[in-house]
């Protein structure tokens, strides 16, 4: 049996100092490894996300190594594209991979006995292969199937250019050691394309020791609140529509739209346009202040673009439940955010731009506060029950070494 590799390298476009998307999940992984004696090392670009410039600290920055709670982060960089299309997303991404062989070409960076590489970019993966020493183990970690990410928001419409995602998919994928997915449709769908590695359902986490419940203040008037990216993915427009639905029945009830990102000009031109003045746009929030952050909102919101959130669960979820607030989704009756909602009744489900039904549910928990902290206080048992850090990535750590003791 061999013996449990004690250096890793996690392979990423997108880390800490990211607020949102997949930095937070990558950082809670790599600090995790690095605390249980896997000294791990994570390639990853200019922090940006989720806006289309390198933070104000990192611009003229020339050091291209720094420690992050431990762990080391080596940064190539990246080429950020400002108009957001398969393309350029593609051109971003090989970019990237570019940057990530040269450094493994001149050894500024080594190879690892254990590599994990994050997906929906195939272009990791493949940056992943070259990066995983001989004999060693590569893991890849899929967050977003790509070629159904850009079916389902329209980036390609081209049916050979999705064919050509896919085989590249299948090819890569196919090479790997493990692969991890989010939920079971996740792994049911790449079965479905061809996929015939091992494929085990790790799913998002919360560190429930970081984000608790905080007494609930009383806003007067209600405070509704949607944090984090605005892009096509999260089908904000369904958050418009239901803004308008309100201002006409409950102008009173106050929502706050709180983040950035490529749809951000969109969404404030579509406020001014339908003149909507319950809905107010701010910045995220620093990562530190996250408890109080999400206690500020009585009722959040998660919308999905239908189209693109067949197979996944937003992070987000699980952290709004972990400090113990309800909150209202919209999700196609099946998906596993459905399912989430039928296990955990800890939330509201409604039909995906059906602003009615949306602006329905909302009002259900405004006029009902005891419904609210119910639902809250499932939230919070649900992941504490299933979802906490220590439980996850604690049952995470015994699959990888079981694998690569195997061989």
């Not at 999940?25 to 995790?32: V, Y």
């Not at 690892?112 to 995983?132: K, T, W």
Request: hydrophobic share 40%; glycine share 8%.
């Amino acid at each position: 049996m061999r013996m449990v590799p004690l250096r890793a390298l996690l392979i990423t476009q997108y880390y800490k100092p990211e607020l949102i998307g997949s930095a937070p999940f990558c950082a809670d992984l790599a600090e995790w490894l690095n605390q249980h004696g896997r000294r791990t090392t994570v390639l990853t670009g200019l922090p940006h996300y989720p806006r289309a410039e390198v933070f104000p600290d990192y611009r003229k920055r020339r050091c291209k190594q720094e420690i992050i709670n431990g762990v080391a982060v080596e940064r190539v960089r990246n080429w950020i594209p400002r108009h957001r299309s398969a393309p350029y997303r593609i051109a971003s991404e090989l970019a990237f991979a570019i940057q990530g062989g040269a450094a493994l070409v001149t050894r500024r960076l080594g190879r690892r006995p254990l590599v994990f590489s994050l997906c929906p970019s195939i272009l990791c993966l493949a940056l992943g292969q070259i990066a995983r020493r001989k004999g060693g183990c590569h893991i890849a970690i899929v967050h977003d199937i790509q070629s159904g990410l850009a079916r389902g928001l329209r980036l390609v419409d081209n049916g050979v250019m999705i064919r050509v995602m896919r085989w590249c998919e299948r090819q890569l994928l196919n090479r790997v050691d493990l692969i991890i997915v989010l939920t079971e449709d996740m792994k049911q769908e790449l079965r479905r394309i061809g996929v015939e590695r091992p494929i085990q359902v790790v799913p998002i986490w919360v560190d429930t020791e970081r984000i608790y419940p905080l007494p609930e203040e009383r806003h007067e008037p209600t405070k509704v609140l949607y944090s984090g990216n605005f892009g096509k993915k999260q089908g904000l427009g369904q958050i418009i529509a239901m803004a308008e639905e309100l201002q006409a029945r409950r102008p009173d009830i106050e929502i706050m739209l709180r983040g950035g990102g490529s749809q951000a000009e969109a969404i404030a031109a579509e406020i001014a346009r339908r003149n909507l003045r319950n809905v107010r746009l701010s910045e995220l929030l620093p990562d530190h202040d996250l408890s109080r952050g999400l206690a500020s909102g009585d009722i959040h919101l998660v919308p999905q673009n239908p189209e693109a959130a067949e197979f996944a669960i937003p992070s987000k979820v699980f952290n709004i439940m972990a400090a113990g607030r309800p909150f209202v989704t919209s999700a196609l009756p099946g998906s596993s955010l459905w399912e989430l909602q039928r296990e955990s009744q800890a939330f509201l489900c409604v039909p995906p731009n059906n602003p009615a039904a949306f602006a329905d549910a909302v009002l259900k928990l405004a006029d009902d506060p005891q419904l609210r902290a119910d639902l809250g206080r499932r939230g919070r048992s649900f992941v504490e029950r299933h979802y906490s850090k220590r439980k996850v990535l604690g049952d995470f750590l015994m699959l990888i070494d079981r694998l690569y003791a195997r061989g």
